[in-house]
């Protein structure tokens, strides 16, 4: 609900569109992806076309995949996910030139 109401707010398309990410982790100070919004949400970014930067400072890029692999259902998408997804390392890298900005998880700095 949280991605469509992104995508409703910029135009009804993320196509092509950078979409920063700040946190992937289900809470701050832990790694644990388990059960995190954030898999949702960038499932659905993804699959609507939107190239996601995501900056946590705890998840690897590998555990990203995996758990994004498990929710994005398109196999053309599945393909190119190792491209759609960029894993930053730090917030600004992934906020400069975003369109958007979704802050999913919590963290001090």
């Known amino acids: 609900r949280f991605a469509q109401k ?6 009804d398309t993320v196509s ?13 100070d832990t790694g644990d992806t388990r059960e995190s919004s954030a898999i949702n949400v960038c499932s659905t970014l993804i699959e609507e076309g939107a190239k996601v930067h995501i900056y946590d400072p705890k998840v690897t890029k590998q555990q ?16 190119k996910l190792p491209q759609l997804v ?7 890298a992934a906020l400069d030139n975003a369109h958007a900005l979704a802050i999913m998880t919590e963290w001090d700095e």
Do not use: N, P, Y
């Not at 990203?64 to 393909?79: A, C, F, N, R, W």
């Not at 960029?86 to 600004?92: C, D, G, I, K, R």
């Open 6 to 11: 992104m995508i409703h707010t910029m135009f």
């Open 16 to 28: 092509g569109k950078k979409i920063a990410i700040l946190g992937f982790a289900f809470k701050k």
């Open 64 to 79: 990203m995949l995996i758990d994004l692999e498990g929710h994005i259902t398109d196999s053309k998408v599945l393909e």
């Open 86 to 92: 960029t894993v930053e390392s730090s917030a600004m």
